[in-house]
């Protein structure tokens, strides 16, 4: 990884990070968290819709560096990017590329959907070459509550054993 993207993914104690900017430091013990990062205004806002009727605290972001910022400040439980959400040509790391390099520790308890205008919803094979939890391809953005919680479901179910062993033997 070069320098560049070292700070990018390090940066800290700028101006614009203070509390003022951490509108989740009243979030209720247990409440979930999630951050949507999609260009399309009208995409961002349904998204939004759909997750706060699922119980979460949304966050919209529409530039990654404004998403970055989030990531940096808070622990999502879901995290949506759209495939074209990160600059192309930009020598600046993206959402997908912050998210990679969290440490597996972190990245475990964050559970990430693509969206996609090109390739098919659950693709597992597409999702793990992306290294996220679940592509949603954006024809079935009208159903993306009822995908997300079954991609959810799916995914707590195949970590289920992983996570009590490690829960038992203290590694939480």
Known sequence: MDDKKKILLNERGSESDNALDKPFNFIKEGGKMALVCESDFVVRENLGTVLEKMGYYVTKSAA?????????????????????????????????????????????????????????????????????????????IDDAGVIIERGIADNEAFYSAFKDVRKRAGRV
Do not use: C, Q, W
Not at 107 to 128: C, G, Y
């Open 64 to 140: 990654p560096p404004d998403a970055l910022k989030s990531m940096r400040s808070h622990l999502y439980d879901l995290i949506v990017v759209g495939e074209t959400f990160d600059e192309e040509g930009s020598d600046e790391s993206g959402v997908l590329d912050y998210i990679r390099h969290l440490p597996m520790s972190v990245r475990r308890n964050i559970f990430a959907v693509l969206l996609s205008a090109t390739v098919r919803t659950m693709d597992d094979m597409a999702a793990f070459g992306e290294s996220v939890n679940l592509v949603l391809n954006l024809k079935n």
